[in-house]
């Protein structure tokens, strides 16, 4: 090759940045196009690190399981249902870039991004959670070694700001945290440092295709000629795919969430309940998210949602009741059918790559994503199998009508 | 609802109110926000200091709690109101030394011309005006503080001169005084925090004090069935307020189908006609103490900027220098705005600030999006939410009788 590839990268997204930081340490020439919307996943999420948590469906995912179940939506089965082997595999390795990741990044980009190991709790109010705790604790897909059972006893020591009407909590070591925001500010000012150029508010306006081929991205100002694309936009990649002919499967996935005031450190871990879930963040804020809706790409906070997260919230950890809230907000996950982020090539397009649909998991995903991405833009092996993320597991990706979000599952 | 603060307001008019135990939503046909104004902070070197206070500060510690704030004040800003915290503060005791006006000298004879048949709103200043004349303060126009200098609590500022057009500081001029208590006050900022939430279009207007929504005659929003009046649409004043109050009122009772419409054209229309006199008058008034970018330079690498989150004026540099070209690019590198005031504070200062320093306007330079809730809220009156309407509801009554 005479000169270094041209890469462009669709969203300034979390993933979008990691993209660009990886494919610009691997020496490609990128541009990231950055059009900020109201509503973008990165400014929405509580930086939660949670492989293990994630893959069984805590976090987000029980609460979402109990509200169908209450709602008559789903049967009594034992729970929220498991992803596949393949994401916790990939949610593992990508988690495990974290603390290298950490060091480059403050080197390269200057910034800190508040890794913490903390583990995550599961705390169980009844036997209802307890039954459902049980069999993740004896089978869990990690083995034994990363879950620890704890009583009551050991959670009011560990944890005093817990309610004491708790009866345990199952522990996952190994699920940290981080500060999101910083996460993609350090990829994108590490980007940067290593050459990557950036146009912020920048909106792409067509993607010229030839012969099968990404050509070109144009926007509004200018057409930046490229050897490859990639589509990080979030919960809006569908509107970019479909300039390029792709139809994507993703939808807006609502999750309202909220901040308290500042506070002392008063939580050790991350808390996960029935309810909601609780992190604390290095600058003292405790965040408590979150719901899961199809409403479009309605970026508002609704009162029912206020008060099933407050109060439960004030259920895990009573002395909150007295706290004020600083913020509520939402942010829309790219959801796909089946949970899984969509990555890789296109049959038909060439030189089109996805890094999209990450759903609940883009913070925690992203080092993985902006890896493998950067092997596939410069030829490289590939650190992680592709098949299971690839668009074509959807079947034909020029059908228009794109499936609803969990109905695969 | 007494003690009650409105937290959120949804694009389709319903709110979200709290009080101390409980919150709960309503949804309104017509809706009519007056949300009010905030004074406007200036950031510059010491004006974190202990003794330096806004201009409504002062009144309210005078006012309200009877306290003297200090035994020798200057006062610097812009506006009348200056005067008037003179006047109040010569009456509790306080020695002014000197009241600094950013504007220039208001050319009367020019000026009464203008404000023929308004001289209602002029008579009030004049007399405040008279007062300091008496008492023998100086009033010195084209001046603004620099630095206010202490080590616990303010002792002495610096002041000088400004250039007229621009009001930059010209600091080869200044001078120093001691003082133990600073009055600041550089206007004020139309609050739209709900009609953002709301979903109205807004626009910016420097001289209605910053953003302010879009309106038609009738006060009535972008979205349709609510209104805006008062300082919280544009800084026009109390009389002005309180007229389009009234033409907000009879046009949501017509279209909530309680007046006909030719009887509420009859009833808008003396509103409507006084508005129009007074909003002439303002004009006038609005351009002379209208902000000027020159007060930007006013602050150091060193100054807060914002003070929620204690972020130095320059952190908000290195984002800049990092790439950051608007408010909420800033708010993400530094957390400028994410404290419990929501960039109600910093802000409208660091607008001017970045449009100043990258040549971009208002509207590029952008906003903080305000998120609920506006007003402080504990988790548990969130939790203890009810669809209910207060139980003894005073106010619907008083408007049904008003109505009939």
């Known amino acids: 090759m005479t000169r270094a590839s041209e890469i462009v990268v669709v969203g300034g997204g979390v993933i979008g940045c990691a993209v660009a930081y990886y494919a610009a340490k691997r020496g490609l020439r990128v541009t990231l196009i950055d059009q900020p919307r109201r509503g973008r996943a990165t400014s929405a999420s509580a930086g939660g690190l949670w492989p293990l948590g994630e893959s069984i469906g805590l976090g987000c995912g029980v609460i979402f399981y109990k509200a169908q179940l209450e709602q008559g939506k789903v049967a009594e089965a034992g729970g929220p249902s498991q992803l596949p082997r393949a994401f916790l595999d990939f949610a593992l390795q990508s988690k495990a870039l974290f603390p290298t990741l950490a060091g480059e990044l403050r080197e390269t980009g200057g910034l800190d991004i508040e890794l913490e190991r903390t583990s995550l709790l599961f705390v169980m109010y009844d036997e209802a959670d307890e039954a459902f705790a049980r069999p993740l604790w004896q089978n869990c897909p990690c083995g034994r070694s990363l879950t620890e059972w704890v009583t009551p006893e050991e959670?009011?020591?560990t944890e005093p700001a817990v309610t004491r009407a708790a009866r345990g909590a199952l522990r996952f070591n190994g699920d940290d945290q981080l500060n999101p925001y910083r996460l993609a500010d350090a990829f994108r000012a590490s980007a940067r440092t290593l050459g990557a150029k950036l146009l912020p508010h920048t909106e792409v306006r067509n993607i010229c295709v030839a012969k099968g081929r990404v050509i070109a991205v144009e926007t509004a100002a200018q057409r930046i000629p490229c050897d490859a694309m990639v589509n990080a936009a979030g919960a809006w990649a569908p509107e970019i795919g479909r300039m390029a002919g792709i139809d994507i499967p993703v939808l807006p996935v609502r999750g309202q969430i909220v901040a308290t005031e500042t506070l002392p450190e008063v939580l050790s871990a991350c808390i996960s309940t029935t309810d909601c879930y609780l992190a604390q963040k290095r600058h003292g804020e405790i965040i408590i998210g979150s719901t899961t809706e199809e409403t479009g790409f309605d970026v508002g906070v609704t009162p029912r949602a206020l008060k099933a997260l407050t109060a439960g919230a004030i259920r895990a950890i009573p002395f909150l009741?007295?706290?004020?809230?600083?913020?509520?907000?939402?942010?829309?996950?790219?959801g796909t059918p089946d949970e899984l982020p969509i990555l890789g090539p296109v049959e038909g397009v060439a030189s089109y790559y996805n890094a999209c649909g990450h759903f609940r998991t883009g913070i925690l995903n992203a080092p993985l994503t902006g890896v493998l991405l950067s092997e596939l833009l410069s030829g490289a092996p590939l650190s992680f199998p592709l098949e299971p993320f690839l668009l074509s597991r959807f079947g034909a990706h020029?059908?228009?009508?794109?499936?609803?979000?969990?109905?695969?599952r | 609802m007494p003690r009650t603060v409105i937290i959120d307001l949804s694009s389709h008019r319903e709110i979200l109110w709290a009080a101390e135990e409980t919150a709960g939503a309503i949804r309104a046909d017509q809706l009519i926000v007056a949300s009010g104004a905030y004074e406007r902070s200036v950031p510059f070197p010491?004006?974190?200091?202990?003794?330096?206070?806004?201009a409504g500060g002062a009144q309210r510690l005078i006012k309200t709690l009877q306290v003297r704030p200090g035994r020798r004040a200057l006062i610097t800003g812009t506006g009348p109101l200056l005067l008037v915290v003179a006047n109040q503060l010569r009456a509790v005791g306080t020695e002014v030394v000197a009241v600094l006006e950013a504007g220039r000298h208001p050319r009367w004879p020019q000026f009464l011309v203008k404000a023929r048949g308004e001289w209602g709103l002029l008579k009030d200043a004049f007399e405040y005006w008279r007062g300091l004349r008496r008492a023998g303060i100086p009033l010195r126009f084209n001046h603004t503080v620099f630095e206010a200098h202490g080590a616990s609590a303010v002792e002495a500022v610096t002041y000088g001169p400004v250039d007229p057009a621009t009001w930059t500081p010209i600091r080869s001029q200044a001078e120093q005084v001691e003082v133990d208590l600073l009055v600041v006050g550089f206007g004020l900022v139309p609050n739209v925090e709900l009609t953002t939430l709301g979903g109205c279009d807004h626009r910016y207007a420097l001289e209605l004090g910053g953003w302010v929504p879009e309106r038609d005659a009738c006060m009535e929003t972008s979205i349709p069935g609510l209104f805006a009046v008062g300082d919280g649409a544009g800084i026009r004043g109390a009389a002005v307020a309180s007229l389009e109050g009234r033409v907000a009122g009879i046009t949501a009772a017509e279209h909530a189908g309680l007046l006909p419409r030719a009887e509420a054209d009859r009833r808008r229309a003396p509103f409507l006609a006084r508005l129009e006199s007074l909003l002439r008058v303002r004009a006038v008034l609005d351009g002379m103490s209208r902000i000027r970018p020159g007060l930007s330079e006013l602050?150091?690498?060193?100054?807060?900027v914002c003070r929620c989150e204690e972020v130095a004026l320059g952190e908000v540099q290195m984002a800049l220098a990092a790439g950051a070209r608007d408010l909420q690019a800033v708010k993400l590198l530094t957390r400028l705005g994410m404290g419990p005031c929501q960039g109600r504070n910093c802000a409208p200062a660091m607008r001017s600030y970045l449009s100043h320093a990258t040549g971009r306007t208002a509207a590029e330079v952008g906003r903080i999006n305000p998120r609920p809730p506006v007003k402080p809220v504990r988790l548990g009156a969130l939790a203890r939410m009810t669809r209910a309407m207060p139980a003894d509801d005073p106010f619907q009554a008083t408007i049904r009788e008003a109505l009939s």
């Open chain 1, 321 to 334: 009741e007295q706290v004020n809230v600083k913020r509520a907000w939402a942010g829309l996950r790219p």
């Open chain 1, 155 to 157: 959670l009011g020591r």
């Open chain 2, 299 to 304: 602050a150091t690498p060193g100054t807060i």
């Open chain 1, 398 to 408: 020029r059908d228009t009508g794109a499936s609803r979000v969990g109905r695969a």
């Open chain 2, 46 to 54: 010491g004006w974190t200091l202990p003794g330096v206070m806004t």
